[in-house]
């Protein structure tokens, strides 16, 4: 009965860590889930800081927050209080896929080493190149990204 039990317990685990995986794309993750029990976003790098300072820091598994099934690092206590204050003014926009990307109706990967702070928010994407495309319109960028997200956000990556 032991084992019985403890094969069900398992099975109900698994089940459970897997569902953010099962749930529609809406948020730029790593594969596989961090201690917190949910994936990596934004690559580790620290968000509050990335606003507030505009540098790139990683962040430490020792200061995680956890927010829409999305685990945060942060490089300090105050960074993390900071985050669980308001976590809407830190996450990057668009689920952290690439701005760009979205804008043409896309979701590539929002890699955290081409980024930018528009206006308080914070904005990732696929790679230099386009990360130099977007700063030559960044407004319009941004408006048909917010077009797009809008009908994108819970769809697939490899549906669109």
């Not at 993390?80 to 003014?89: C, E, Q, T, W, Y």
Request: hydrophobic letters at 45%; aromatic letters at 10%; glycine letters at 8%.
């Amino acid at each position: 009965m032991t084992k019985t039990i403890l094969a069900a317990l398992i099975a109900a685990q698994a089940l459970v860590a897997a569902s953010p995986a099962l749930a529609v794309e809406e948020n730029n993750v790593s594969n596989g889930l961090t201690a917190a029990g949910a994936p990596l976003g934004l690559h580790g790098v620290d968000p509050v800081a990335f606003v507030t300072l505009g540098n790139r820091i990683e962040g430490s598994a020792k200061f995680t927050a956890v927010h829409d099934n999305v685990a945060y690092y942060f490089a300090s206590q105050e960074n993390l209080d900071a985050f669980k204050a308001a976590p809407g003014r830190f996450t990057p926009q668009n689920g952290g896929y690439c701005t760009f990307g979205v804008s043409v109706g896309k979701k590539f990967d929002g890699d955290p080493k081409y980024a930018a702070v528009q206006n308080g928010k914070l904005y990732v994407f696929l790679n230099e190149d386009i990360l130099k495309a977007f700063q030559k319109d960044p407004a319009g960028t941004i408006a048909k990204a917010d077009a797009n997200w809008k009908r994108i956000r819970s769809t697939a990556a490899a549906d669109l």
